[in-house]
T-cell receptor, first 115, second 110 residues
Framework: AQSVTQLGSHVSVSEGALVLLRCNYSSSVPPYLFWYVQYPNQGLQLLLK??????LVKGINGFEAEFKKSETSFHLTKPSAHMSDAAEYFCAVSDGMNRDDKIIFGKGTRLHILP | DTAVSQTPKYLVTQMGNDKSIKCEQNLGHDTMYWYKQDSKKFLKIMFS???????INETVPNRFSPKSPDKAHLNLHINSLELGDSAVYFC?????????FGQGTRLTVV
């Protein structure tokens, strides 16, 4: 069964500093990996996804993530944090696109941006 | 135009009541889901439907009954509500890998 582990339930960075949110996955087959963002009182929005093409994936709002099979990791980064990046971030994994495949979410990391 | 819309956005009700949450998507997707997000923000899948057919039914109490009248709608009916049912319920739809989420329904059972 697939799963994801997000390291750190809360991460604080200063405005303008590097953002690094960590995610490790477990999957018996080559995984599809995702990062979603949830702003307060809103639904989840897809930031980026890895689908076995390029290992470095670029997403919206300047975020990117790198798939590292040897480390079973899919960490999310952004070179320079902005106040508007404060939100909850979820890493997720799926085995595939079959009808009974499901997206499994990590427990989330709350990103705080310090002025 | 809202892609995945849920109603109501907030729902406060007493223990023992029966309530429904409605979800509609206008994306033409074949698959729809219900997720539950608890107070610690943990997201857990409850059900998925594909073209009105139940595909995934996680270990959810049978007080929860999803209904899909057509592939654009997936409603969630909850009988005999309990305090522990308080959470935010998210509807989502997908075709392929990307899931689109509604704004959520915050259910509070008192």
């Amino acid at each position: 069964a697939q799963s994801v582990t997000q390291l750190g339930s809360h991460v604080s960075v200063s405005e303008g500093a590097l953002v690094l949110l960590r995610c490790n996955y477990s999957s018996s087959v080559p995984p599809y990996l995702f990062w979603y963002v949830q702003y307060p009182n809103q639904g989840l929005q897809l930031l980026l996804k890895y689908t076995s093409a390029a290992t470095l994936v670029k997403g919206i709002n300047g975020f990117e993530a790198e798939f590292k099979k040897s480390e079973t990791s899919f960490h999310l980064t952004k070179p320079s944090a902005h106040m508007s990046d404060a939100a909850e971030y979820f890493c997720a994994v799926s085995d595939g696109m079959n009808r009974d495949d499901k997206i499994i979410f990590g427990k989330g990391t709350r990103l705080h941006i310090l002025p | 135009d809202t892609a995945v819309s849920q109603t109501p956005k907030y729902l406060v009700t007493q223990m023992g009541n029966d309530k429904s949450i409605k979800c509609e998507q206008n994306l033409g997707h074949d698959t729809m889901y219900w997720y539950k997000q608890d107070s610690k923000k943990f997201l857990k899948i409850m059900f998925s439907y594909n073209n009105k057919e139940l595909i995934i039914n996680e270990t959810v109490p049978n007080r929860f009954s999803p209904k899909s009248p057509d592939k654009a709608h997936l409603n969630l009916h909850i009988n005999s509500l309990e305090l522990g049912d308080s959470a935010v319920y998210f509807c989502a739809s997908s075709r392929g890998l990307e899931a689109f989420f509604g704004q959520g329904t915050r259910l509070t059972v008192v």
